[in-house]
């Protein structure tokens, strides 16, 4: 019994630990995606977001696909949370689509080649993240992408409402499923911490993306 709790405890810790940086480091709290909400966003500034967003996330497999091919545990919740995100991700990744056809040519912008060899080095990076042999890493990028991606699709409603698209809503799983399975594969010290450096590496990224879509509309200010 004192073991359970103790465990129990831990799966608590750990759950806060990686909402809390979710809530601190994560998308929702970038200042250049925030602005893309406001009425006064540039279009040309949403459609290079979309553009972007799927050069990083639009292929296949992606994060989420390779943390489900590795082994994190035996437990049928488990796979259940795994498949549900896997299944509401590529669901995502049918709206990115036609969501960049809809926004039109990405916009012209001082640098493009560049830009790309940046998103491809962030594609690098969560290969990286998602095939990590360190147990936990992987799903803890997975957590924190499926977390993070609340932000990131306010940003692609807000677009599709600009261009009169209609697209389905998440069904990413939610906050609370989240934290049951953080609650079903935490127990070891070392898979927590391996769990939260895979998550806040995957939020770097997400950092670096909007902090790229940031100097790209600077610079097409300045032209």
Known sequence: MVFATT??????????????LVGT????????ATSLLRADAQARDLADAVHCLCLLHGRQPGVIESTAARPVSEASEVTDWLDAAVSAFAEERATLVPLVAAVGPLPSTPGQAETEAAITAQ????????TSDRRGCP???????????AAIRD????????????????SLPARA???????????????ERAM?????????QHR????LLESRAAARNAG
């Open 7 to 20: 465990q129990s405890d831990r799966s608590n810790d750990a759950w806060t630990a990686l909402a809390t």
């Open 25 to 32: 480091d994560g998308s929702g709290r970038d200042g250049f």
């Open 123 to 130: 594609r690098h990076a969560l290969d990286m993240l998602a």
């Open 139 to 149: 799903v803890g990028a997975s957590l924190a992408l499926v977390l993070d991606w």
């Open 155 to 170: 940003v692609l409603d807000t677009t599709a409402a600009r261009v009169g698209m209609a697209i389905p809503p998440s």
């Open 177 to 191: 499923a989240c934290a049951a399975f953080v609650g079903k594969i935490c127990g070891a010290p070392a898979f």
């Open 196 to 204: 939260l450096f895979g998550a806040q590496q995957l939020l770097a």
């Open 208 to 211: 670096a993306l909007w902090q």
